[in-house]
């Protein structure tokens, strides 16, 4: 069939096909897909920032039950280690709203520099448990470390 690809009826794939066989692809000719059309990287974004900023929230104000999760145990009346574990969602939460600003603003290369800046923090994280607790905290270091993937995927493709 003239103007078509396969013989299928013209869309999005098939112009994207013709386009990859002519050897003139961009990123920009891949047709959206996701939720309300949002493509992959802006809900890789926005899963990392919400995960940022309801961690962070929750760590604020109920460090206890995050602190576990963590990676970092808490003693009776630790109010030291409470106080670490607020600081670090604290953190969490302020970069959550940043890059949340960055979104509404579509500011993409502040939300790729944020997500990516804040991959390292992350690490750091992963290396507080890991040195503190060894593999006997291996949940902890396995939500760590797919928080260093997801915010590493995120930022690189948002």
Do not use: C
Not at 49 to 58: D, K, N, R, T, W
Not at 69 to 77: Q, V
Not at 78 to 85: N, P, T
Request: aromatic share 6%.
């Amino acid at each position: 069939m003239p103007g078509t690809a396969f013989g299928l009826a013209e869309r999005d794939d098939d112009r994207f096909a013709r386009a990859l066989f002519d050897g003139n692809v961009h990123v920009e000719r891949i047709p959206r897909r996701g939720v309300e059309g949002l493509r992959m990287g802006q809900l890789l974004s926005l899963l990392s920032i919400a995960s940022l900023f309801g961690v962070g929230v929750g760590a604020t104000f109920a460090p206890e039950a995050l602190a576990k999760n963590y990676g970092l145990a808490l003693a009776e009346g630790d109010d030291a280690g409470r106080g670490f574990v607020r600081a670090l969602g604290a953190r969490d939460a302020i970069i959550g709203a940043i890059a949340l600003a960055f979104v509404l603003r579509g500011d993409r290369d502040a939300v790729r520099r944020t997500l990516g800046i804040t991959t390292f923090l992350a690490v750091a994280d992963f290396t507080i448990v890991a040195r503190a607790r060894g593999l006997d905290a291996w949940t902890s270091l396995a939500i760590h470390g797919s928080g260093i993937v997801g915010l590493a995927v995120a930022a690189s493709i948002e």
